[in-house]
């Protein structure tokens, strides 16, 4: 199948991304016949602009070269010549064929109306599982060399070899009837297109060739989300056996060094599950915590035929913890165990609605929608978990109501009453979460199993929360409650929806099952009409939701800050009231049609109608959910202001006329709520995190928590100090002399000693902002100077991913990254790439977000003072997490600038100094930072 087309494949470089303003620098094209190449083009172009020193470093085209070029018009005239009527093939061919046909038209010279093949959308079909699309990355899995990324010709002929592969790799993996199915949703989403044809010539090949194409796929792509560790003669070791000099890990590893402090962590948390306490314990960077609390859990289950549940922020450190640490210990430890990583309900397929969408997905989808379900059906094939986050195709924010109509969800699941039970993704994973030792997950889930009375997770006696320092801000939103338009509007789509001239949902099929049933005329009659008196309610009433939204989405538009709007006092809110009144008689109606629809089926035979239980449960499924939105909103019809924060939100469509609005409703204290609903349920739980105590006491995030109110003796706490040595590898300075930054001459000041002390450095530099406000000042005032000096100047929220961002600051050793929120912690850069950390400001919480403002209120209504409760340990934590970033190996060196004189004048500044273990240094005038940085980064 390699050899199926001759084609022409086409790369271009530009100067930037705006088809208008940037140019064209080089054009590479190779004809391939016969699955080889044949001919090559090649030309640089000379642009009539500087050429950014970020495009000169990515594609390593020197000024002489761009000098000598062709003129644009010339370029493109020979181009044309050269692919003739050929087809095309481009990797991100709307960028490289959109490019062209603009200067075409520019140059008064013929569009390209070739048929064109784009290598990363047939990628991202047939490739779900590859780290992302890039062309480097698709060209790394076959094996391809990319050496000469980045220049046109280079990855022209890589992406023709891409598309070789492509073909075998379709020829030996995809079965005929998978192609059928990916051809069949192309057709969908858009007849007669250049994708269309390439489907179809694969399909006539495999057709015509069918007899000889192979039996069984040759890869085995996705990862499983269950580890089973067994072990026949097992043998019970110490902790000191383990970690110790001459244990387990030093056996196995060469140059293995003794932690003591991890070796000291993993007793504690051995001894905490022992005696079913609580332990608070902090271990900082270096300790290597994920071991220390993985060995001993693994022990003590052994010992106790106990479930352990380890509960993370982020997806990293959940996939670092179960797909590399887990196989470690499962390597050295002859310890038998049984783990599985474990997500939300959503994350995973409904193998009931991907049957039925799969066979009607015209009626299921739009075609807007279908363009993301044809990333899907590969990845379905192959999977081994059903979980659609290691779908790297398959883009959850711009493919979220595609997602919706296939993902599992709690209402209408028909459990072991589904005819795919045995094949549901889900259930499957529960199973195997059920009979493990260790089960993986994130906060989320396990804030949400609390909430639902443990029907996620079932029983289990111990916790390890990891990443702890993120609980108290995550907890009040997920035990709060978030309702918008696309709740009510997705739930309606589920009950009914027409697509064209077809009815699907709940009561379409319902209607369709009682049409076809045995029971009698008059029950089929009385049965048809309540579906369609309550289709007909929903079609009539449900505008309600759209105005309401709507309404809310502009009222936070005209009052409110950064997209949100806090709701003080209701008589500021009449449209609130009005409308969620209609919305409970709304649902008052709608769950009275419902009720009686389940009425009217208990009262047949199950064996007269078919697929009765599947019917009974949809019902019961709506009239729970039903039950829940009527929860949540009479909650927001008479909402408790004291004890909770409610507030409005809105997000960008580019849809004016969206209903846009969000209603959040939140606790504003989780203590009570955490004894309540998880501490009184569980033996033993593990805290543990970098940064969780603040001047070496727990109090603050115990008091957050709600552990204070344990009786005593049943919280023990725990500092295990990094082992790096602080005093020798890093120093924080701090400009004194910076105006304070509330001043209006703080932004250029701060810009000045940034700008120099980054010139001066000349090492890798992060700079931490609070507020995207700031962030883009700098960047805007710096790019033109850092361009001329030929300083890469990387910059969060400039359409490059978090990922990328990192990728290309870890690459480039002398750049400059400006980041805020994301970037203050989980961001790990060793070496030289981070030598100098600038903070712009001390990291205060915003008074203003609702959450926040309204908890500030509810501590002065008590008595205390909100800054020293609450604003403070909050920035002190942060400013740890921010310091963190700079030291992350016994090798680093580097320095904290800190921006913020506050450290030098406030009462609070000494807390700031006393929170961090390196030495803290204030500056009282800009020479004396500058002459500082000179003689540390001397030698660098």
């Excluded at 083009?41 to 000169?56: R, Y």
């Excluded at 959850?396 to 595609?402: D, R, Y």
């Excluded at 804030?447 to 929360?465: F, K, Q, R, T």
């Amino acid at each position: 199948m390699n050899k199926l087309f001759d084609f022409v494949a086409l790369d271009i470089e530009t100067t930037g991304f705006d088809f208008q303003n940037d140019e064209i620098i080089e054009i590479g094209a190779v004809k391939y016949k016969e699955g080889s190449a044949s001919e090559q083009f090649s030309v640089f172009i000379k642009p009539e602009k500087e050429v950014p020193l970020f495009i000169k470093q990515l594609t390593h085209i020197t000024d002489e070269q761009l000098a000598g070029g062709e003129k644009i018009r010339d370029a493109l005239k020979s181009l044309r010549n050269f692919i003739g009527d050929k087809i095309l093939v481009c990797h991100n061919a709307s960028f490289d064929i959109g490019f062209l046909n603009v200067k075409l038209q520019d140059c008064d010279l013929p569009r390209i109306s070739n048929r064109i093949f784009d290598t990363l959308e047939i990628s991202k079909i047939y490739l779900p599982f590859v780290f992302n699309h890039k062309l480097g990355t698709v060209a790394k899995f076959f094996e391809l060399n990319l050496e000469n990324a980045h220049r046109a010709i280079y990855d022209a002929e890589v992406t023709g070899k891409i598309l070789i592969n492509l073909l075998k790799f379709i020829e030996e993996n995809i079965p005929l009837k998978l192609n059928y199915h990916i051809l069949e949703i192309a057709r969908y989403i858009q007849p007669d297109t250049d994708l269309l044809f390439f489907l179809e010539k694969i399909l006539e090949h495999q057709k015509k060739y069918a007899i000889l194409s192979k039996s069984s796929p040759k890869i085995d792509p996705f990862r499983n989300n269950y580890i089973e560790h067994s072990v026949e003669n097992p043998r019970e070791l110490t902790i000191e056996e383990i970690f110790g000099t001459k244990g387990v890990f030093a056996e196995k590893f060469e140059n293995y060094e003794l932690r003591e402090g991890q070796l000291q962590m993993a007793e504690a948390v051995l001894r905490n599950f022992e005696s079913d306490e609580f332990l608070l314990a902090e271990a900082g960077t270096g300790v290597g915590k994920s071991f220390a609390y993985l060995i001993p859990a693994i022990i003590h289950t052994n010992k106790t035929q106990s479930r352990v549940v380890i509960s993370t922020n982020t997806k990293n450190l959940q996939e670092q913890l179960f797909f590399k640490d887990l196989p470690t210990v499962k390597q050295c430890l002859n310890l038998p165990f049984k783990a599985t990583l474990l997500k939300g309900r959503r994350n995973y397929i409904c193998e009931k609605k991907w049957q039925e969408s799969s066979l009607d997905f015209d009626k299921s989808f739009t075609p807007f929608e279908a363009r993301h379900f044809i990333y899907l059906p590969v990845w379905k094939e192959f999977t081994k978990t059903g979980d659609i986050s290691e779908n790297t195709s398959f883009n959850l924010k711009f493919a979220g109501n595609t997602w919706k109509k296939l993902a599992a969800e709690r209402h209408f699941c028909l459990g072991r009453k589904c005819a795919y039970f045995s094949r549901c993704s889900l259930m499957n994973v529960r199973q195997k979460a059920e009979n493990s030792n260790l089960v993986i997950i994130n906060h989320h889930l396990l804030l949400a199993d609390m909430i639902s009375d443990n029907s996620v997770l079932g029983e289990y006696e111990h916790l390890i929360i990891d990443e702890a320092h993120n609980l108290p801000h995550i907890a009040p939103a997920e035990l709060g409650l978030s309702l918008g338009f696309n709740d009510f509007n997705n739930f309606f789509s589920q009950l009914f929806s027409v697509r064209g001239k077809y009815q699907s949902g709940i009561l379409p099929n319902l209607k369709t099952a009682a049409v076809k049933s045995m029971i009698d005329d008059s029950r089929k009659k009385r049965l048809i009409s309540l579906a369609e008196e309550t289709i007909n309610f929903i079609e009539s009433e449900k505008n309600i939701f759209e105005e309401f939204f709507l309404n809310v989405g502009e009222e936070v538009e005209k009052k409110g800050k950064y997209g949100k709007l806090r709701v003080k006092r209701e008589e500021d809110f009449p449209f609130l009231s009005k409308f969620l009144a209609e919305i409970i008689k709304f649902l008052e109606e709608l769950s009275r049609l419902a009720v009686q629809i389940m009425n009217e089926l208990s009262e047949i035979k199950s064996s007269h109608f078919f697929d009765y239980a599947v019917h009974t449960d949809n019902i019961d499924g709506v009239i729970k959910r039903i039950a829940e939105f009527y929860d949540g909103v009479t909650t927001l019809y008479n909402p408790d202001l004291q004890q909770n924060a409610y507030w409005l939100e809105n997000f960008k469509t580019g849809n004016e006329k969206y209903p846009n609005g969000i209603l959040n409703y939140a606790p504003l204290n989780i203590n009570e709520l955490m004894n309540e609903l998880l501490y009184s349920k569980v033996k033993s739980i593990v805290f543990t995190s970098a940064t969780v105590a603040i001047r070496g006491k727990f109090k603050y995030f115990a008091s957050r928590m709600g552990l204070d109110l344990l009786e005593n003796g049943k919280v023990r706490e725990l500092i295990v100090p990094s082992p790096f040595d602080y005093q020798k590898q890093a120093r924080v300075i701090v400009g004194g002399f910076l105006p304070d930054p509330k001043d209006k001459y703080f932004p250029s000041q701060s810009l000045k000693l940034i700008k120099k002390a980054i010139e001066i450095s000349q090492v890798g530099t992060m700079v931490l902002f609070t507020s995207y406000k700031d962030l883009n000042y700098i960047y805007d005032e710096l790019k033109e100077p850092f361009y001329h000096q030929e300083i890469l100047l990387l910059c969060q929220g400039k359409g490059i991913s978090r990922s990328a961002l990192l990728s290309e600051f870890r690459e480039h050793r002398e750049s400059v990254l400006l980041g805020t929120n994301s970037f203050w912690e989980g961001i790990d850069v060793p070496g030289e790439s981070l030598s100098l950390l600038i903070l712009n400001k001390l990291p205060f919480m915003v008074p203003s977000e609702p959450i926040v403002e309204a908890y500030l209120e509810k501590l002065q209504a008590e008595g205390k003072d909100s800054f020293l409760h609450y604003m403070l340990p909050t920035a002190l934590l942060r400013y740890r997490q921010g310091f963190g970033r700079l030291i992350r190996n016994k090798n680093d060196k580097g320095i904290v600038l800190v921006l913020d004189r506050r450290i030098a004048t406030k009462f609070y500044g000494k807390y700031f100094i006393e929170t961090v273990p390196a030495k803290t240094v204030i500056h009282e005038t800009p020479i004396e930072i500058y002459d500082y940085l000179g003689k540390w980064f001397k030698g660098f």
